[in-house]
């Protein structure tokens, strides 16, 4: 065999590695892409989409920092909007401890583009004051609102989320309310909502499949 025979044969031998490279390289890097889910895989998931995202219209209530919490507060970014109150025993607590969970989970540009809100179906006892102390414990940039009854009750209506006063035995009350969590896109539009119970690793895959069917639309 002549030298130049052996090193055509280097040269080919070469790229066939060359080529098994790429091609495992390829492989790996989709692996470690994050899945995309279909619309009905999403809707398994728990992620009810509206095919036509809903606009809220106006809206003027108070945030947690005394600020106003109108319809430009949820433009921007995606809004993971939850009805809830202070005194709440167990699902609200529940719900914002798995939120603030979710919220540490998300990485990069995902995690700064999902802000968690959760608006007061009892203004009566969450004032200002009372959300400033209460929604902050489960984490640093989640927002808590409250505001007039006749405007908590009209806002509710707009995102399907029904609450009523229950009266308790020792002549107290609680609050009935879904604990559903809506999703609100960048528009401002409510998008869809995540029905309970919920599931830290199905929300975080599903949302993320949202918010890619978002870009590839809008971006």
Sequence with gaps: MTLTQRQRIALTVAAIFLGITVIVAGFVHRIQQPRIMTVSE??????FLFDTPR????????????????????EGDWTLLFFGFTYCPDVCPTTMSFLAELKGSLEGTEAG???????????AR?????????????????????????????????????????TTADGDYQMDHSANVVLINPKGDFHGFF????????????????QFYWSQQYD
Aim: glycine letters at 6%.
């Design 42 to 47: 999403m809707r398994v998931n728990g992620l």
């Design 55 to 74: 606009d809220p219209g106006e809206f003027v209530l108070t945030n947690h920092r005394g600020q106003d919490f109108t319809d430009q507060s949820v």
């Design 113 to 123: 583009s999902t802000r968690v809100v959760m608006v007061s179906v009892d203004p």
């Design 126 to 166: 969450d004032t200002v004051e009372q959300l400033s102390t209460y929604v902050p414990y489960f984490h640093p940039e989640f927002l808590g609102v409250t505001g007039e009854f006749p405007d908590i009750l009209s806002f509710a209506r707009r995102f399907n989320a029904p609450f009523r006063k229950v």
């Design 195 to 210: 029905r309970a119970p919920l599931d830290l690793a199905k929300m975080k895959v599903t949302l993320r499949s949202a």
